[in-house]
T-cell receptor
Framework: GDSVTQTEGLVTLTKGLPVMLNCTYQ??????LFWYVQHLNEAPKLLLK?????KRTEHQGFYATLHKSSSSFHLQKSSVQLSDSALYFC?????????FGKGTSLVVHP | DTTVKQNPRYKLARVGKPVNLICSQT?????MYWYQKKPNQAPKLLLF???????READTFEKFQSSRPNNSFCSLYIGSAGLEYSAMYLC???????????FGPGTRLTVL
């Protein structure tokens, strides 16, 4: 079946540093990939989405590029802020039901 | 309004007792989902409604029921709660099944 792998469970960084959260996927369908962000005591919200190979998508300073050749959709930001501390989920869709990764908790220190 | 609402936000239940969780959305989305989320685990899809058609995951088929009396409303029903049901339950909806989802804030269920 389909699967999404996020290799980091916890990432801890100092404000202003760059970050990359890894996401790889396996799907038998043409992939549609998503990043969701969940801040404490809030609902998960869509951060980024893409189905276009090798095209960078950006939102709120975060960006990701879907690479079908390596089945990856890594999330990046050039300079993290304290407000970026949250739980980040990578998910695949495009078939009739979505598949989520375990999530990466990002903690940003002053 | 892109809000998905869930009630209650917190639920305490006794082992062996039933639990009913409620979700609503006013975006006229055709698909509504229920997930179970435990710490350090991926959200686990329990079931989803595509229009009026219920799809339940094979490994949770007998544990969870659901109803969708209209497009906006969807419930999750546990007939007899066990300790292993303690988790966050997330409801989501999407305009097209399998695509971008809008999530509710979740219901934290604790079974004692």
């Amino acid at each position: 079946g389909d699967s999404v792998t996020q290799t980091e469970g916890l990432v801890t960084l100092t404000k202003g540093l760059p970050v990359m959260l890894n996401c790889t996927y396996q799907t038998t369908y043409s992939p549609f990939l998503f990043w969701y962000v969940q801040h404490l005591n809030e609902a998960p919200k869509l951060l980024l989405k893409s189905s276009t190979d090798n095209k960078r998508t950006e939102h709120q300073g975060f960006y990701a590029t879907l690479h079908k050749s390596s089945s990856s959709f890594h999330l990046q930001k050039s300079s993290v802020q304290l407000s970026d501390s949250a739980l980040y989920f990578c998910a695949s869709g495009g078939n009739y039901k979505p598949t989520f990764g375990k999530g990466t908790s990002l903690v940003v220190h002053p | 309004d892109t809000t998905v609402k869930q009630n209650p936000r917190y639920k305490l239940a006794r082992v062996g007792k039933p639990v009913n969780l409620i979700c609503s959305q006013t975006m006229n989305h055709d698909t509504m989902y229920w997930y179970q989320k435990k710490p350090n685990q991926a959200p686990k899809l329990l079931l989803f409604y595509y229009d009026k058609i219920l799809n339940r995951e094979a490994d949770t088929f007998e544990k969870f029921q659901s109803s969708r009396p209209n497009n906006s409303f969807c419930s999750l029903y546990i007939g007899s709660a066990g300790l292993e049901y303690s988790a966050m339950y997330l409801c989501a909806s999407s305009r097209v099944r399998g695509y971008e989802q809008y999530f509710g804030p979740g219901t934290r269920l604790t079974v004692l």
